[in-house]
T-cell receptor, first 109, second 111 residues
Framework: GQNIDQPTEMTATEGAIVQINCTYQTSGFNGLFWYQQHAGEAPTFLSYNVLDGLEEKGRFSSFLSRSKGYSYLLLKELQMKDSASYLCAVVDSNYQLIWGAGTKLIIKP | DADVTQTPRNRITKTGKRIMLECSQTKGHDRMYWYRQDPGLGLRLIYYSFDVKDINKGEISDGYSVSRQAQAKFSLSLESAIPNQTALYFC??????????FGQGTRLTVV
């Protein structure tokens, strides 16, 4: 079967750095997405990785290791507005999106 | 205007009633999806369509049906609503690389 694992919940302090991990076992791999979802709202696109390495976009970075089936999302200089759920999704060999359950990030002052 | 529009945004309905959720997109994508999200849980796929003539069941299709009226329109029906179908429903479309674009969501309550 196909499976994506993320921690259920994480807590971090405003101004700090947090890393959210995602491991996956899927039928093929054609890319990995990270989305942010505030409570009651639609998920919004954060990043896309298809090759190994780090993609940086402002305060957010995403890393991929295809050989390890592993990705992480790094959030720097945390702000209260970063309190949200972060969803990892993998595109499988049929170009189907396989979603993780999401990681709820709580930011404390 | 939003790229993916869902109507209604909120709906309260009674057990046993038929209800339709509508979705339209202006992205020009062939691929469209309906997801359900329950509190604390991830997105679960109900149905998906890779073009107008293609309809596929997702992991939780029982109790639901869909219609792809055009490339831009994909509707979800609950033939006889039950309380455990109370959830937040999202319509989405994706490009060829899988990047998904979501509607604002429909909060459905079945009483």
């Amino acid at each position: 079967g196909q499976n994506i694992d993320q921690p259920t919940e994480m807590t971090a302090t405003e101004g700090a750095i947090v890393q959210i991990n995602c491991t996956y076992q899927t039928s093929g791999f054609n890319g990995l997405f990270w989305y942010q979802q505030h409570a009651g709202e639609a998920p919004t696109f954060l990043s896309y990785n298809v090759l190994d390495g780090l993609e940086e976009k402002g305060r957010f970075s995403s890393f991929l290791s295809r050989s390890k089936g592993y990705s992480y999302l790094l959030l720097k200089e945390l702000q209260m507005k970063d309190s949200a759920s972060y969803l990892c999704a993998v595109v499988d060999s049929n170009y189907q999106l396989i979603w993780g359950a999401g990681t709820k990030l709580i930011i404390k002052p | 205007d939003a790229d993916v529009t869902q109507t209604p945004r909120n709906r309260i309905t009674k057990t046993g009633k038929r209800i339709m959720l509508e979705c339209s997109q202006t992205k020009g994508h062939d691929r469209m999806y309906w997801y359900r999200q329950d509190p604390g849980l991830g997105l679960r796929l109900i149905y998906y369509s890779f073009d107008v003539k293609d309809i596929n069941k997702g992991e939780i299709s029982d109790g639901y049906s869909v219609s792809r009226q055009a490339q831009a329109k994909f509707s979800l029906s609950l033939e006889s609503a039950i309380p455990n179908q109370t959830a937040l429903y999202f319509c989405a479309t994706s490009d060829l690389w899988g990047k998904a674009f979501f509607g604002q969501g429909t909060r459905l309550t079945v009483v």
